[in-house]
Protein backbone atom coordinates (compact mmCIF):
# COMPACT_ATOMS: atom_id res chain seq x y z
CA UNK A 1 0.00 0.00 0.00
CA UNK A 2 1.20 3.80 -0.87
CA UNK A 3 0.31 7.36 -1.31
CA UNK A 4 0.62 8.85 -4.53
CA UNK A 5 2.21 12.68 -5.35
CA UNK A 6 2.02 13.51 -8.75
CA UNK A 7 4.45 16.11 -10.21
CA UNK A 8 4.09 17.99 -13.69
CA UNK A 9 7.00 17.53 -16.14
CA UNK A 10 7.40 21.43 -17.75
CA UNK A 11 7.95 21.38 -21.56
CA UNK A 12 10.68 23.02 -22.43
CA UNK A 13 9.39 24.30 -25.58
CA UNK A 14 6.92 26.23 -23.42
CA UNK A 15 8.71 27.45 -20.17
CA UNK A 16 11.46 28.92 -18.99
CA UNK A 17 14.66 27.04 -17.87
CA UNK A 18 14.20 28.72 -14.19
CA UNK A 19 11.00 27.79 -14.26
CA UNK A 20 11.48 24.24 -14.88
CA UNK A 21 14.50 24.48 -12.17
CA UNK A 22 12.14 25.92 -9.80
CA UNK A 23 9.48 22.67 -10.80
CA UNK A 24 12.10 20.05 -10.29
CA UNK A 25 13.32 22.17 -6.36
CA UNK A 26 10.12 21.83 -5.30
CA UNK A 27 10.06 17.78 -6.28
CA UNK A 28 13.71 17.50 -4.89
CA UNK A 29 12.22 19.15 -1.92
CA UNK A 30 9.35 17.36 -0.80
CA UNK A 31 11.10 13.86 -1.80
CA UNK A 32 13.80 14.85 0.51
CA UNK A 33 11.16 15.45 3.59
CA UNK A 34 9.64 12.54 3.04
CA UNK A 35 12.89 10.72 2.97
CA UNK A 36 13.92 12.81 6.31
CA UNK A 37 10.79 11.14 7.68
CA UNK A 38 11.89 7.40 6.71
CA UNK A 39 9.96 7.04 4.35
CA UNK A 40 10.29 4.39 1.94
CA UNK A 41 10.10 6.86 -1.38
CA UNK A 42 10.38 6.04 -4.87
CA UNK A 43 9.56 8.18 -8.47
CA UNK A 44 9.45 7.28 -12.36
CA UNK A 45 8.42 9.53 -15.15
CA UNK A 46 4.96 8.85 -16.82
CA UNK A 47 5.35 7.16 -20.00
CA UNK A 48 4.79 10.30 -22.00
CA UNK A 49 6.65 12.44 -19.95
CA UNK A 50 4.79 14.95 -18.99
CA UNK A 51 4.48 13.32 -15.21
CA UNK A 52 6.84 12.47 -12.71
CA UNK A 53 5.16 9.77 -9.98
CA UNK A 54 6.23 9.57 -6.50
CA UNK A 55 5.16 6.96 -4.35
CA UNK A 56 5.26 7.19 -0.41
CA UNK A 57 5.32 3.80 1.11
CA UNK A 58 6.55 2.77 5.15
CA UNK A 59 8.39 0.28 6.41
CA UNK A 60 7.26 -2.19 9.28
CA UNK A 61 8.88 -1.21 12.03
CA UNK A 62 7.32 2.55 11.33
CA UNK A 63 3.99 1.34 10.99
CA UNK A 64 4.22 -0.35 14.23
CA UNK A 65 5.64 2.36 15.88
CA UNK A 66 3.04 5.10 14.11
CA UNK A 67 -0.09 2.75 14.98
CA UNK A 68 1.12 2.57 19.00
CA UNK A 69 1.27 6.32 19.33
CA UNK A 70 -1.79 6.83 17.21
CA UNK A 71 -4.01 4.41 18.99
CA UNK A 72 -4.97 2.10 16.11
CA UNK A 73 -7.44 -0.48 16.53
CA UNK A 74 -6.99 -4.28 15.24
CA UNK A 75 -9.45 -6.96 16.26
CA UNK A 76 -7.97 -10.02 18.44
CA UNK A 77 -7.88 -13.48 17.42
CA UNK A 78 -11.48 -15.16 18.27
CA UNK A 79 -9.38 -17.29 21.50
CA UNK A 80 -8.48 -13.26 22.65
CA UNK A 81 -11.93 -12.55 22.76
CA UNK A 82 -12.47 -11.28 19.02
CA UNK A 83 -13.02 -7.82 19.65
CA UNK A 84 -11.29 -4.33 18.56
CA UNK A 85 -8.71 -3.05 20.49
CA UNK A 86 -5.74 -0.59 20.43
CA UNK A 87 -2.68 -1.96 19.10
CA UNK A 88 0.41 -2.85 21.44
CA UNK A 89 3.70 -4.59 20.67
CA UNK A 90 3.07 -6.88 23.43
CA UNK A 91 -0.01 -8.34 22.08
CA UNK A 92 1.68 -8.37 18.79
CA UNK A 93 4.60 -10.76 20.25
CA UNK A 94 2.29 -13.19 21.32
CA UNK A 95 0.57 -13.05 17.65
CA UNK A 96 -2.91 -11.87 19.26
CA UNK A 97 -3.81 -10.00 16.74
CA UNK A 98 -6.45 -11.35 13.50
CA UNK A 99 -4.91 -11.52 10.32
CA UNK A 100 -7.16 -8.80 8.08
CA UNK A 101 -9.10 -9.88 5.09
CA UNK A 102 -6.89 -8.33 2.60
CA UNK A 103 -4.28 -11.07 3.18
CA UNK A 104 -1.28 -8.72 4.76
CA UNK A 105 -0.14 -10.28 8.33
CA UNK A 106 -0.90 -7.61 10.59
CA UNK A 107 -2.32 -4.03 9.13
CA UNK A 108 -5.06 -3.85 6.34
CA UNK A 109 -4.13 -1.67 3.77
CA UNK A 110 -6.40 0.87 4.74
CA UNK A 111 -5.09 1.12 7.76
CA UNK A 112 -1.49 1.20 6.54
CA UNK A 113 -2.72 4.14 4.38
CA UNK A 114 -4.03 5.98 7.33
CA UNK A 115 -0.74 5.59 9.31
CA UNK A 116 1.49 6.59 5.85
CA UNK A 117 -0.44 9.51 5.42
CA UNK A 118 -0.34 10.62 9.02
CA UNK A 119 3.34 10.32 8.94
CA UNK A 120 3.58 11.97 5.50
CA UNK A 121 1.84 15.63 7.16
CA UNK A 122 4.10 15.31 10.75
CA UNK A 123 7.86 16.66 10.87
CA UNK A 124 10.88 14.71 10.83
CA UNK A 125 12.11 13.84 14.34
CA UNK A 126 14.70 16.72 15.30
CA UNK A 127 13.93 19.03 12.78
CA UNK A 128 14.09 22.72 13.42
CA UNK A 129 11.06 24.95 14.45
CA UNK A 130 10.25 26.29 11.43
CA UNK A 131 10.61 23.81 9.06
CA UNK A 132 7.01 23.10 7.83
CA UNK A 133 5.34 19.95 7.22
CA UNK A 134 4.92 19.10 3.91
CA UNK A 135 1.24 20.47 2.77
CA UNK A 136 0.18 18.19 0.00
CA UNK A 137 -3.35 20.22 -0.27
CA UNK A 138 -1.17 23.67 -0.87
CA UNK A 139 0.93 22.64 -2.58
CA UNK A 140 -1.83 21.67 -4.89
CA UNK A 141 -3.96 24.92 -4.31
CA UNK A 142 -0.70 26.44 -5.53
CA UNK A 143 -0.10 24.48 -8.74
CA UNK A 144 3.18 22.82 -7.53
CA UNK A 145 2.02 19.20 -7.25
CA UNK A 146 -0.84 17.87 -9.34
CA UNK A 147 -2.59 15.31 -7.11
CA UNK A 148 -1.90 12.85 -4.05
CA UNK A 149 -4.29 10.05 -3.88
CA UNK A 150 -3.92 6.58 -2.46
CA UNK A 151 -3.19 4.07 -4.50
CA UNK A 152 -5.43 0.62 -5.05
CA UNK A 153 -4.04 -2.87 -3.88
CA UNK A 154 -4.38 -4.91 -7.17
CA UNK A 155 -4.63 -8.20 -4.73
CA UNK A 156 -7.23 -6.66 -2.37
CA UNK A 157 -9.01 -4.87 -5.63
CA UNK A 158 -9.28 -8.36 -7.76
CA UNK A 159 -10.53 -10.34 -5.13
CA UNK A 160 -13.54 -7.14 -4.48
CA UNK A 161 -14.02 -7.09 -8.42
CA UNK A 162 -14.86 -10.82 -8.61
CA UNK A 163 -16.49 -11.69 -4.83
CA UNK A 164 -18.25 -8.38 -5.28
CA UNK A 165 -18.43 -6.09 -8.06
CA UNK A 166 -19.22 -9.40 -10.44
CA UNK A 167 -21.75 -11.66 -8.29
CA UNK A 168 -25.52 -10.01 -8.36
CA UNK A 169 -26.87 -13.15 -6.41
CA UNK A 170 -24.12 -13.08 -3.62
CA UNK A 171 -24.52 -11.15 -0.02
CA UNK A 172 -21.94 -8.37 0.05
CA UNK A 173 -18.64 -8.72 1.47
CA UNK A 174 -19.16 -5.98 3.65
CA UNK A 175 -16.11 -6.49 6.39
CA UNK A 176 -14.17 -7.01 3.46
CA UNK A 177 -14.75 -3.51 1.78
CA UNK A 178 -14.81 -2.29 5.04
CA UNK A 179 -11.04 -3.21 5.71
CA UNK A 180 -10.66 -2.30 1.87
CA UNK A 181 -12.09 1.54 1.88
CA UNK A 182 -12.95 2.68 5.42
CA UNK A 183 -16.42 2.62 7.30
CA UNK A 184 -17.99 5.38 5.48
CA UNK A 185 -18.26 3.62 1.98
CA UNK A 186 -19.03 0.16 3.67
CA UNK A 187 -22.21 1.74 5.64
CA UNK A 188 -23.12 3.38 2.52
CA UNK A 189 -23.43 0.14 0.80
CA UNK A 190 -24.83 -1.48 4.04
CA UNK A 191 -27.47 1.03 4.04
CA UNK A 192 -27.62 -0.04 0.05
CA UNK A 193 -28.14 -3.66 0.15
CA UNK A 194 -30.26 -3.35 3.01
CA UNK A 195 -32.68 -1.38 1.04
CA UNK A 196 -32.54 -3.27 -1.60
CA UNK A 197 -33.10 -6.02 0.81
CA UNK A 198 -36.24 -4.91 1.91
CA UNK A 199 -37.88 -3.12 -1.24
CA UNK A 200 -38.58 -7.08 -1.89
CA UNK A 201 -41.59 -6.59 0.10
CA UNK A 202 -43.44 -3.90 -1.37
CA UNK A 203 -41.86 -4.86 -4.93
CA UNK A 204 -43.58 -8.05 -4.24
CA UNK A 205 -47.28 -6.99 -3.33
CA UNK A 206 -46.92 -4.51 -6.00
CA UNK A 207 -46.03 -6.89 -8.04
CA UNK A 208 -49.72 -8.83 -7.36
CA UNK A 209 -51.04 -6.11 -7.19
CA UNK A 210 -50.32 -4.53 -10.64
CA UNK A 211 -51.27 -8.27 -11.85
CA UNK A 212 -54.85 -7.74 -10.26
CA UNK A 213 -55.18 -4.26 -11.52
CA UNK A 214 -54.08 -5.39 -15.45
CA UNK A 215 -56.76 -8.70 -15.18
CA UNK A 216 -59.47 -6.43 -13.86
CA UNK A 217 -58.76 -3.65 -16.73
CA UNK A 218 -58.96 -5.92 -19.25
CA UNK A 219 -61.34 -8.28 -18.24
CA UNK A 220 -63.89 -6.07 -16.57
CA UNK A 221 -63.84 -2.83 -15.25
CA UNK A 222 -60.95 -0.71 -18.11
CA UNK A 223 -59.77 0.92 -15.55
CA UNK A 224 -56.78 0.07 -12.74
CA UNK A 225 -58.70 0.95 -9.83
CA UNK A 226 -58.94 -1.73 -7.40
CA UNK A 227 -60.11 -2.86 -3.82
CA UNK A 228 -56.52 -4.00 -3.13
CA UNK A 229 -54.96 -0.55 -3.24
CA UNK A 230 -56.01 0.46 0.13
CA UNK A 231 -54.29 -2.50 1.33
CA UNK A 232 -51.48 -1.98 -0.68
CA UNK A 233 -51.10 1.92 0.47
CA UNK A 234 -51.53 0.91 4.26
CA UNK A 235 -48.67 -1.65 3.78
CA UNK A 236 -46.24 1.22 2.48
CA UNK A 237 -47.25 3.13 4.97
CA UNK A 238 -46.49 0.81 7.45
CA UNK A 239 -43.19 -0.58 5.87
CA UNK A 240 -41.63 2.39 5.79
CA UNK A 241 -41.82 2.72 9.81
CA UNK A 242 -40.81 -0.63 9.48
CA UNK A 243 -37.73 -0.23 7.63
CA UNK A 244 -36.35 3.11 9.78
CA UNK A 245 -36.58 0.71 12.79
CA UNK A 246 -34.68 -2.13 11.57
CA UNK A 247 -32.07 0.11 9.59
CA UNK A 248 -31.68 1.84 13.04
CA UNK A 249 -31.32 -1.31 14.45
CA UNK A 250 -28.73 -2.62 12.11
CA UNK A 251 -26.63 0.73 12.06
CA UNK A 252 -26.28 0.37 16.05
CA UNK A 253 -25.08 -3.22 15.37
CA UNK A 254 -22.03 -1.88 12.76
CA UNK A 255 -21.17 1.34 15.23
CA UNK A 256 -20.46 -1.88 17.71
CA UNK A 257 -18.84 -4.06 15.70
CA UNK A 258 -16.88 -1.39 13.97
CA UNK A 259 -16.08 0.40 17.43
CA UNK A 260 -17.32 3.70 15.82
CA UNK A 261 -19.53 4.63 18.95
CA UNK A 262 -17.16 8.05 20.10
CA UNK A 263 -16.35 8.64 16.39
CA UNK A 264 -17.61 12.19 16.52
CA UNK A 265 -16.55 12.76 19.82
CA UNK A 266 -13.03 12.52 18.70
CA UNK A 267 -13.36 13.76 15.29
CA UNK A 268 -10.96 16.65 14.22
CA UNK A 269 -11.61 20.22 13.06
CA UNK A 270 -12.58 21.05 9.98
CA UNK A 271 -9.39 22.99 8.19
CA UNK A 272 -12.11 25.28 6.20
CA UNK A 273 -13.21 26.01 9.91
CA UNK A 274 -9.55 26.55 11.52
CA UNK A 275 -8.56 28.83 8.92
CA UNK A 276 -11.09 31.25 8.74
CA UNK A 277 -10.75 35.12 9.50
CA UNK A 278 -13.90 34.88 11.25
CA UNK A 279 -13.18 32.50 14.21
CA UNK A 280 -12.36 33.21 17.36
CA UNK A 281 -9.20 31.67 19.00
CA UNK A 282 -7.89 30.93 22.46
CA UNK A 283 -10.85 33.42 23.90
CA UNK A 284 -13.98 31.71 24.81
CA UNK A 285 -14.35 29.20 27.42
CA UNK A 286 -15.33 25.79 27.35
CA UNK A 287 -19.04 25.26 29.09
CA UNK A 288 -17.77 21.61 30.12
CA UNK A 289 -13.82 21.97 31.00
CA UNK A 290 -13.28 25.55 31.77
CA UNK A 291 -10.29 25.76 29.63
CA UNK A 292 -10.01 28.34 26.52
CA UNK A 293 -11.61 27.44 23.62
CA UNK A 294 -8.89 27.08 20.39
CA UNK A 295 -11.14 27.73 17.78
CA UNK A 296 -14.99 28.93 18.25
CA UNK A 297 -17.65 30.59 16.15
CA UNK A 298 -20.94 31.91 18.44
CA UNK A 299 -24.21 30.64 17.11
CA UNK A 300 -25.65 33.74 17.36
CA UNK A 301 -29.25 34.78 17.48
CA UNK A 302 -32.19 34.95 15.35
CA UNK A 303 -33.32 38.43 15.94
CA UNK A 304 -31.45 40.37 15.51
CA UNK A 305 -29.60 38.20 13.25
CA UNK A 306 -25.69 37.85 13.98
CA UNK A 307 -22.63 34.82 14.07
CA UNK A 308 -24.08 31.78 12.69
CA UNK A 309 -27.61 32.41 13.09
CA UNK A 310 -27.91 35.16 10.09
CA UNK A 311 -25.72 32.72 7.99
CA UNK A 312 -28.58 30.30 8.05
CA UNK A 313 -31.04 33.12 7.45
CA UNK A 314 -29.71 33.48 4.47
CA UNK A 315 -29.55 30.04 3.43
CA UNK A 316 -33.38 29.66 4.15
CA UNK A 317 -34.06 33.13 2.70
CA UNK A 318 -32.41 31.41 -0.65
CA UNK A 319 -34.21 27.64 -0.39
CA UNK A 320 -37.53 29.84 0.31
CA UNK A 321 -37.32 31.61 -3.26
CA UNK A 322 -36.18 28.18 -4.40
CA UNK A 323 -39.22 26.60 -3.79
CA UNK A 324 -41.02 29.64 -4.89
CA UNK A 325 -40.11 29.04 -8.09
CA UNK A 326 -40.04 25.46 -8.04
CA UNK A 327 -43.98 25.53 -7.34
CA UNK A 328 -44.61 28.37 -9.93
CA UNK A 329 -43.42 26.66 -12.41
CA UNK A 330 -44.57 23.49 -11.36
CA UNK A 331 -48.13 25.24 -11.67
CA UNK A 332 -47.33 26.46 -15.31
CA UNK A 333 -46.51 23.03 -16.49
CA UNK A 334 -49.99 21.75 -15.23
CA UNK A 335 -51.73 24.83 -16.63
CA UNK A 336 -49.86 25.70 -19.94
CA UNK A 337 -48.45 22.45 -20.78
CA UNK A 338 -49.89 19.07 -19.60
CA UNK A 339 -53.79 19.84 -19.16
CA UNK A 340 -53.99 21.05 -22.63
CA UNK A 341 -52.58 17.92 -24.00
CA UNK A 342 -55.59 15.79 -22.16
CA UNK A 343 -59.14 14.85 -23.52
CA UNK A 344 -61.82 12.98 -21.81
CA UNK A 345 -60.70 8.88 -21.87
CA UNK A 346 -56.30 9.91 -23.11
CA UNK A 347 -54.22 11.19 -20.91
CA UNK A 348 -51.08 9.45 -21.80
CA UNK A 349 -49.28 12.52 -23.81
CA UNK A 350 -50.50 14.95 -21.53
CA UNK A 351 -49.33 13.08 -18.16
CA UNK A 352 -46.15 11.79 -20.45
CA UNK A 353 -44.86 15.50 -20.95
CA UNK A 354 -45.47 17.08 -17.82
CA UNK A 355 -43.79 13.99 -16.07
CA UNK A 356 -41.01 14.76 -18.16
CA UNK A 357 -41.13 18.24 -17.33
CA UNK A 358 -41.68 17.85 -13.31
CA UNK A 359 -38.43 15.69 -13.65
CA UNK A 360 -36.54 17.99 -15.66
CA UNK A 361 -37.12 20.73 -13.60
CA UNK A 362 -36.63 18.72 -10.39
CA UNK A 363 -32.92 17.85 -12.74
CA UNK A 364 -31.83 21.24 -13.34
CA UNK A 365 -32.61 22.77 -9.87
CA UNK A 366 -30.69 19.80 -8.17
CA UNK A 367 -27.98 20.38 -10.35
CA UNK A 368 -28.04 24.31 -9.87
CA UNK A 369 -28.30 24.31 -5.78
CA UNK A 370 -26.81 20.20 -4.84
CA UNK A 371 -24.18 21.15 -7.74
CA UNK A 372 -22.99 17.89 -9.96
CA UNK A 373 -20.06 16.59 -8.33
CA UNK A 374 -19.15 14.02 -11.12
CA UNK A 375 -18.57 17.74 -13.14
CA UNK A 376 -17.03 18.23 -10.05
CA UNK A 377 -19.68 21.66 -10.46
CA UNK A 378 -20.21 22.64 -6.46
CA UNK A 379 -23.64 23.97 -5.85
CA UNK A 380 -25.21 26.80 -4.21
CA UNK A 381 -25.88 25.05 -1.10
CA UNK A 382 -22.43 23.65 -0.53
CA UNK A 383 -21.53 27.40 -0.74
CA UNK A 384 -23.55 28.63 1.79
CA UNK A 385 -23.34 26.21 3.74
CA UNK A 386 -19.67 26.65 3.61
CA UNK A 387 -20.13 30.14 4.88
CA UNK A 388 -22.17 29.10 7.98
CA UNK A 389 -18.61 27.33 9.22
CA UNK A 390 -19.58 24.55 11.04
CA UNK A 391 -16.53 22.73 13.35
CA UNK A 392 -16.32 19.23 12.30
CA UNK A 393 -17.29 17.59 8.80
CA UNK A 394 -20.11 15.90 10.26
CA UNK A 395 -21.77 18.72 11.62
CA UNK A 396 -21.04 20.52 8.49
CA UNK A 397 -22.50 16.99 6.21
CA UNK A 398 -25.31 17.05 8.29
CA UNK A 399 -26.35 20.59 7.49
CA UNK A 400 -25.42 20.04 4.12
CA UNK A 401 -28.15 17.05 4.24
CA UNK A 402 -31.04 18.66 5.73
CA UNK A 403 -30.79 21.83 3.69
CA UNK A 404 -30.46 20.23 0.86
CA UNK A 405 -33.69 18.24 1.69
CA UNK A 406 -35.87 21.42 2.62
CA UNK A 407 -35.76 22.37 -1.14
CA UNK A 408 -35.41 18.81 -2.61
CA UNK A 409 -38.42 18.04 -0.80
CA UNK A 410 -40.57 20.54 -2.83
CA UNK A 411 -38.82 20.33 -6.09
CA UNK A 412 -39.04 16.36 -6.01
CA UNK A 413 -42.79 15.76 -4.83
CA UNK A 414 -44.49 19.21 -5.56
CA UNK A 415 -45.85 18.69 -9.42
CA UNK A 416 -47.28 15.26 -8.37
CA UNK A 417 -48.74 16.31 -4.97
CA UNK A 418 -50.66 19.14 -6.89
CA UNK A 419 -52.13 17.14 -9.51
CA UNK A 420 -53.15 13.85 -6.80
CA UNK A 421 -54.53 16.32 -4.26
CA UNK A 422 -55.24 20.16 -5.28
CA UNK A 423 -56.32 20.37 -9.17
CA UNK A 424 -60.00 19.16 -8.42
CA UNK A 425 -59.91 20.83 -5.34
CA UNK A 426 -59.32 24.61 -5.60
CA UNK A 427 -58.58 26.80 -8.26
CA UNK A 428 -54.75 27.08 -10.39
CA UNK A 429 -53.58 30.40 -11.44
CA UNK A 430 -56.79 31.86 -10.62
CA UNK A 431 -59.41 29.60 -12.50
CA UNK A 432 -60.79 26.12 -12.75
CA UNK A 433 -58.31 23.50 -14.15
CA UNK A 434 -59.33 19.76 -12.95
CA UNK A 435 -58.45 16.78 -14.53
CA UNK A 436 -60.60 15.64 -17.29
CA UNK A 437 -63.96 14.05 -16.04
CA UNK A 438 -62.43 15.39 -12.25
CA UNK A 439 -60.15 11.72 -12.53
CA UNK A 440 -56.96 12.53 -11.66
CA UNK A 441 -55.96 9.04 -10.78
CA UNK A 442 -54.88 8.09 -14.17
CA UNK A 443 -53.26 11.17 -14.70
CA UNK A 444 -51.53 10.99 -11.70
CA UNK A 445 -50.25 7.20 -12.87
CA UNK A 446 -48.76 8.17 -16.26
CA UNK A 447 -47.09 11.69 -14.34
CA UNK A 448 -45.64 8.70 -11.62
CA UNK A 449 -44.55 5.98 -14.08
CA UNK A 450 -43.02 8.60 -16.13
CA UNK A 451 -40.82 10.83 -13.70
CA UNK A 452 -39.97 7.10 -11.52
CA UNK A 453 -38.21 6.34 -15.14
CA UNK A 454 -36.88 9.97 -16.38
CA UNK A 455 -35.13 9.76 -12.06
CA UNK A 456 -33.79 6.30 -12.83
CA UNK A 457 -32.17 7.09 -16.55
CA UNK A 458 -30.62 10.21 -14.81
CA UNK A 459 -29.02 8.53 -11.85
CA UNK A 460 -27.77 5.74 -14.87
CA UNK A 461 -26.75 8.71 -16.39
CA UNK A 462 -25.17 10.97 -14.25
CA UNK A 463 -23.29 7.76 -12.72
CA UNK A 464 -21.95 6.13 -15.65
CA UNK A 465 -22.02 8.72 -18.38
CA UNK A 466 -21.38 12.30 -16.86
CA UNK A 467 -18.01 11.19 -15.72
CA UNK A 468 -17.31 9.69 -19.59
CA UNK A 469 -18.34 13.03 -20.96
CA UNK A 470 -15.88 15.37 -18.49
CA UNK A 471 -12.83 12.97 -19.65
CA UNK A 472 -14.03 13.46 -22.95
CA UNK A 473 -14.07 17.32 -23.00
CA UNK A 474 -10.78 17.15 -20.84
CA UNK A 475 -9.03 15.34 -24.02
CA UNK A 476 -10.46 17.88 -26.30
CA UNK A 477 -6.97 20.12 -26.45
CA UNK A 478 -4.73 16.80 -25.73
CA UNK A 479 -2.57 16.38 -29.55
CA UNK A 480 -2.52 12.60 -30.11
CA UNK A 481 0.69 10.63 -30.84
CA UNK A 482 1.45 11.20 -34.56
CA UNK A 483 2.52 7.67 -34.89
CA UNK A 484 -0.77 6.47 -33.57
CA UNK A 485 1.51 3.78 -31.46
CA UNK A 486 -0.18 3.03 -27.65
CA UNK A 487 2.06 3.28 -24.82
CA UNK A 488 1.98 0.97 -22.52
CA UNK A 489 1.30 2.11 -19.07
CA UNK A 490 2.02 1.19 -15.82
CA UNK A 491 -1.01 0.77 -12.94
CA UNK A 492 -0.10 3.86 -10.98
CA UNK A 493 -0.28 5.48 -14.43
CA UNK A 494 -3.48 4.24 -15.32
CA UNK A 495 -4.66 4.65 -11.93
CA UNK A 496 -3.93 8.56 -12.39
CA UNK A 497 -6.13 8.68 -15.43
CA UNK A 498 -9.51 7.73 -13.74
CA UNK A 499 -11.99 9.74 -12.35
CA UNK A 500 -12.08 11.08 -8.94
CA UNK A 501 -14.52 9.13 -6.72
CA UNK A 502 -18.36 10.09 -6.10
CA UNK A 503 -18.54 11.89 -2.09
CA UNK A 504 -20.30 9.13 -0.29
CA UNK A 505 -22.51 12.29 0.85
CA UNK A 506 -23.72 12.01 -2.56
CA UNK A 507 -24.14 8.34 -2.87
CA UNK A 508 -26.65 8.60 -1.23
CA UNK A 509 -28.78 11.46 -1.98
CA UNK A 510 -31.12 9.93 -5.09
CA UNK A 511 -31.76 6.14 -3.24
CA UNK A 512 -33.07 8.20 -0.06
CA UNK A 513 -35.19 10.35 -2.15
CA UNK A 514 -36.24 7.32 -4.60
CA UNK A 515 -37.23 5.88 -1.03
CA UNK A 516 -39.69 8.97 -0.61
CA UNK A 517 -41.12 8.32 -4.31
CA UNK A 518 -42.03 4.52 -3.12
CA UNK A 519 -43.32 5.23 0.32
CA UNK A 520 -45.74 8.48 -0.98
CA UNK A 521 -46.66 7.40 -4.10
CA UNK A 522 -46.25 3.56 -5.07
CA UNK A 523 -49.69 3.20 -4.17
CA UNK A 524 -50.99 4.86 -7.32
CA UNK A 525 -48.64 2.63 -9.50
CA UNK A 526 -47.37 -0.24 -7.69
CA UNK A 527 -45.11 -1.78 -9.95
CA UNK A 528 -42.80 0.85 -9.65
CA UNK A 529 -40.95 -0.22 -6.57
CA UNK A 530 -40.26 -3.45 -8.21
CA UNK A 531 -38.88 -1.40 -11.64
CA UNK A 532 -36.41 -0.05 -8.67
CA UNK A 533 -35.34 -2.90 -7.14
CA UNK A 534 -34.46 -4.44 -10.55
CA UNK A 535 -32.82 -1.08 -11.43
CA UNK A 536 -30.51 -0.90 -7.65
CA UNK A 537 -29.52 -4.47 -7.92
CA UNK A 538 -27.88 -4.14 -11.18
CA UNK A 539 -26.73 -0.49 -9.85
CA UNK A 540 -25.18 -1.45 -6.79
CA UNK A 541 -22.98 -4.14 -8.26
CA UNK A 542 -21.82 -1.41 -11.30
CA UNK A 543 -21.36 1.17 -8.76
CA UNK A 544 -18.64 -1.38 -7.09
CA UNK A 545 -17.36 -1.92 -10.56
CA UNK A 546 -16.90 1.72 -10.97
CA UNK A 547 -15.48 2.08 -7.84
CA UNK A 548 -12.77 -1.08 -8.29
CA UNK A 549 -11.88 -0.35 -12.05
CA UNK A 550 -12.86 3.34 -12.94
CA UNK A 551 -12.32 5.50 -9.43
CA UNK A 552 -9.04 6.49 -7.73
CA UNK A 553 -8.86 4.48 -4.53
CA UNK A 554 -10.86 6.96 -1.90
CA UNK A 555 -9.46 8.34 1.49
CA UNK A 556 -10.27 5.81 3.87
CA UNK A 557 -12.85 7.99 6.07
CA UNK A 558 -14.52 7.12 9.12
CA UNK A 559 -18.94 7.57 9.90
CA UNK A 560 -20.80 6.35 12.71
CA UNK A 561 -24.27 6.33 10.82
CA UNK A 562 -26.11 8.09 8.01
CA UNK A 563 -25.98 11.55 9.80
CA UNK A 564 -29.41 13.92 8.54
CA UNK A 565 -30.48 11.14 6.02
CA UNK A 566 -31.94 9.20 8.88
CA UNK A 567 -34.05 12.03 10.16
CA UNK A 568 -35.14 12.20 6.08
CA UNK A 569 -36.12 8.81 5.66
CA UNK A 570 -38.04 9.21 9.03
CA UNK A 571 -39.86 12.27 7.92
CA UNK A 572 -40.76 10.63 4.65
CA UNK A 573 -42.44 7.75 6.17
CA UNK A 574 -44.36 10.00 8.36
CA UNK A 575 -45.31 11.68 5.29
CA UNK A 576 -46.08 8.74 3.53
CA UNK A 577 -48.91 8.36 5.97
CA UNK A 578 -50.81 11.21 4.76
CA UNK A 579 -50.23 11.10 1.20
CA UNK A 580 -51.62 7.06 1.08
CA UNK A 581 -54.50 8.43 3.03
CA UNK A 582 -55.43 11.04 0.66
CA UNK A 583 -54.63 8.76 -2.64
CA UNK A 584 -56.98 6.13 -0.83
CA UNK A 585 -59.53 8.85 0.49
CA UNK A 586 -59.43 11.23 -1.67
CA UNK A 587 -57.84 9.97 -5.40
CA UNK A 588 -58.55 6.92 -5.49
CA UNK A 589 -62.19 4.98 -5.65
CA UNK A 590 -61.15 2.11 -3.90
CA UNK A 591 -62.94 3.12 -1.23
CA UNK A 592 -66.23 2.59 -2.93
CA UNK A 593 -65.31 -1.42 -3.14
CA UNK A 594 -66.17 -1.41 0.50
CA UNK A 595 -68.71 1.18 0.68
CA UNK A 596 -70.14 1.95 -2.32
CA UNK A 597 -72.62 4.56 -1.00
CA UNK A 598 -70.12 6.96 0.53
CA UNK A 599 -70.21 10.60 0.27
CA UNK A 600 -67.62 13.30 -0.28
CA UNK A 601 -67.89 14.20 3.68
CA UNK A 602 -67.27 9.96 4.39
CA UNK A 603 -64.75 9.83 2.20
CA UNK A 604 -63.07 12.92 3.89
CA UNK A 605 -63.67 11.29 7.56
CA UNK A 606 -62.27 7.93 5.87
CA UNK A 607 -59.36 9.53 5.65
CA UNK A 608 -58.67 11.01 8.73
CA UNK A 609 -59.56 7.60 10.14
CA UNK A 610 -57.09 6.05 8.40
CA UNK A 611 -54.47 8.55 8.91
CA UNK A 612 -54.97 8.08 12.48
CA UNK A 613 -54.82 4.18 12.77
CA UNK A 614 -51.58 4.50 10.73
CA UNK A 615 -49.78 7.02 12.67
CA UNK A 616 -50.99 5.15 15.88
CA UNK A 617 -50.11 1.94 14.13
CA UNK A 618 -45.91 3.95 13.57
CA UNK A 619 -46.16 4.23 17.32
CA UNK A 620 -46.22 1.03 18.38
CA UNK A 621 -43.69 0.04 15.58
CA UNK A 622 -41.86 1.90 17.08
CA UNK A 623 -42.11 0.81 20.94
CA UNK A 624 -42.13 -3.09 19.63
CA UNK A 625 -39.19 -2.94 17.43
CA UNK A 626 -35.79 -2.47 19.59
CA UNK A 627 -33.02 -0.45 18.05
CA UNK A 628 -30.15 -1.07 20.08
CA UNK A 629 -27.89 -3.96 18.68
CA UNK A 630 -28.88 -7.32 19.70
CA UNK A 631 -24.90 -9.10 19.44
CA UNK A 632 -22.61 -6.48 19.76
CA UNK A 633 -19.00 -7.18 20.54
Known amino acids: ?20 EAANQVREKVIGKLRALNLNVDQFPASDGKHVFVTIGAPETMLKYEAEHQRAKLRLREEYGGALCYYVGELDEKKAYDKPLDGFE ?175 RDEMLNEVTGEPEEYFYPDGSWLPPTGRARKQLMTYVVIGLV ?40 IIIDALMDGVPELEHKGMMAVLVEGELWKTDTEHQDNVILKTFYFKLVTKYFGLTLVAFAVNLTPVMGEDRPCPEWQCMPVFQVMYVTLIVCELAYSVFQSQGLPVIKKAIENLGVVPDKLGVKIAKSPIEDQFGWFDPTPVIEMYKDKVYQFGYIVLFAAAFPIVPMLCLVSNTFDLRQRALTLLTKNKRPEPFVAADIGTYQTILEILATLAIITNSLLIGLTSHGLYFYIPGLTQIDRLWAIVVLEHFLILTKIVIGSVIPTEPANAI
Open 323 to 362: NAVSIFVSVLIWTDISEPLMEPGNVIVGGVVGGVAFAAVS
Open 1 to 20: PAMCAVFKTLDPDEHESSEI
Open 106 to 280: LFSSTLQLKLIDEVVRSKPYGSDEKDEPIDFDELIEDGKVEEYFPLHHARMRMKLVFEWAQLLTKPQPLEMVREYFGEQVALFYTWYGFYNTMLWIPALCGLALFCSQIYTYTSMSGSLENPFVLVYGIVLSLWASVFCQLWMALENTRKHEWDTLDFENDEKVREEFMESDEIV
